[in-house]
């Protein structure tokens, strides 16, 4: 089996909201189905390398803000390509409970605020759901690695980790000033939001030393090892502080 090879799927422009395409000889697998409306963009990058719908196998929603979700239930509709999330997860994606948000900073207490990341989208149950420490064998489906649960930003984030030793972490970690690829892309941050920053910083860690040395991410990146574990360290060390979740309306 050939080595995947990975393709961004800009949602937004610079980088500021990024899914991707993990090709392999046997088809792809989708990494996030971005907001609602993306299955263009993703139809566009599929015929890009020569792929079409049919070359969807699966699709993996990293977590179920709507960024990352929000295009699952058309991309599913319109490739046949079943969704794999984590059971932490399901009651958001199905629409039955709604998110909590823990602003890491300034600009996370004002995204809150805004209209984008409350946007409903169409509810996506999974077609096959991970529960605890679970992983999935992406090798059915054409590519050669792992979906694995990487919880920290949210109960139930996962991480694809593939045998090229590169990751796709969703939102573990950003980068780029405020998000994207304005400046400062190969820079790490936190994301917005974070339940967890000791649980991220413990699995970027364990994500390093299992090899894995570029790391793609929904915001800006890609990151290189080196600067993952730099965040990590810094994450790991970050002293407690009182959490302030905030529940989508």
Known sequence: MQAPRIIRVPILPLGIINAHLVEGAAG???V???LPGSEGKVARALARIGRSWKDLKLIVVTHAHVDHAGGAAALRERSGAPIVAHAAERAHLIGQAPMTFCPTGWFGRLFVKTPLIHEPYTPAD???LLSGDETLDLTPFGVE???KHTAGHTAGSLSVQLTSREALVGDLLASGVLLGGILRTRHAIRPP???SPEAVGAELERLVEAGMQTFHIG???PLDAREVLRHAHIL?????GPAHPQRAA
């Open 28 to 30: 792809c697998v989708l």
């Open 32 to 34: 996030d189905a971005g």
């Open 126 to 128: 999974p077609d096959i």
């Open 145 to 147: 690695g792992i979906v």
């Open 193 to 195: 939001f974070e339940e």
């Open 219 to 221: 915001h800006g990146g």
């Open 236 to 240: 790991r060390h970050l002293q407690p």
